[in-house]
């Protein structure tokens, strides 16, 4: 059995900060994260789809959390193909991905800035959240070998947000195309009575992760506000019904992360720790891993 890891995807959430979670006198940067790495083995910085992130911050991130604490880093939006703010490039380069002297800067100040993560051996993943457009086809399939190509070494996960991808006729190609990059693919649990929802298919793609995402089941997806999106409170029901997919993954991986992303107030905290309690204790011992692609019960 695989170690269980269960976090969120944010721990600097405005909406988290707000809710009262960080006592008092924990509620500066450094007193924050080591609240939350003492409750919880992983994170996700969402920050780095904004901005590149920094050597500087990574270096602090490393330092203020205990051996085997791991951040699962988003992927910057220029990496992934989102539209990408002017102000939030280096050096006043624009944000123009298809440029190849750009893309190649941003590439390189990416990996900067997550070198002490990696050094540490904290880097748990770097996640490629790719938009609702980008969907299966030969277009996709080049821009993802070159992905592969530029993050050869990394642990990185893969979130497809064009339900295409796992529905039936498709999800064992794609299940296949990723592991032929040893890329994880990420799972989801999200409303499913939308276009755009997404099967909540759990593939392993690669042996050593398995990565399942909490978006909440909120109607609002796609077309609210961020608060109206994610503004979801699982119940022990909900996240009970994950338990024998989770255990089956956590069966033929090295690590699982589960992470939860419905950040509005404290709701991702309290789901991330009701799903720790009904997993008992979310840290298993680990074992041996078979390899190829197996799909989760």
């Known amino acids: 059995m695989g170690d269980i890891l269960v976090g969120t995807c944010s721990w600097t959430d405005p909406a988290l900060v707000r809710s009262g979670w960080y006592p008092v006198g924990r509620r500066d940067a450094e007193g924050r994260l080591r609240h939350y790495a003492e409750r919880f083995p992983v994170v996700e910085v969402d ?10 911050n990574s270096r602090l991130w490393a330092e203020r959390t205990p051996d ?34 750009v893309l190649d800067e941003v590439w390189e100040r990416f990996a900067a800035g997550i070198a002490p993560l990696r050094e540490a051996g904290r880097l748990g993943s770097v996640l490629f959240q790719f938009p609702p457009w980008f969907r299966p086809g030969p277009r996709a399939e080049t821009f993802l070998a070159e ?3 530029r993050t050869a070494g990394w642990p990185v996960a893969v979130e497809f947000r064009h339900p295409a991808w796992w529905q039936e006729g498709q999800a064992e190609a794609t299940a296949e195309l990723l592991a032929q990059y040893d890329m994880t693919a990420v799972a989801v649990d999200m409303v499913q009575t939308l276009p755009s929802s997404v099967p909540p298919v759990a593939y392993v793609t690669a042996p050593r992760l398995s990565v399942v995402r909490f978006h909440g089941r909120s109607a609002a997806w796609g077309t609210g506000s961020k608060e109206d999106r994610f503004r979801y409170v699982y119940g022990d029901g909900e996240l009970a019904e994950w338990l024998p997919r989770l255990h089956s993954l956590a069966e033929r991986v090295e690590q699982l992360h589960v992470l939860f992303n419905n950040c509005c107030g404290d709701a991702a905290v309290r789901a991330a720790a009701s799903m720790q309690r009904l997993l008992g204790d979310p840290v298993s011992s680990r074992g041996a891993r078979p390899n190829g692609v197996t799909r989760g019960g």
């Open 147 to 149: 992905s592969a190509r």
């Open 68 to 101: 085997g604490f791991v951040f699962d880093v988003k992927a910057f939006s220029l990496l992934t193909g989102h539209p990408t703010r002017r102000a939030v490039m280096p050096d006043g380069l624009p944000a123009d991905a298809r440029d190849a002297g």
């Open 47 to 56: 920050a780095s789809y904004y901005a590149l992130p920094g050597e500087r």
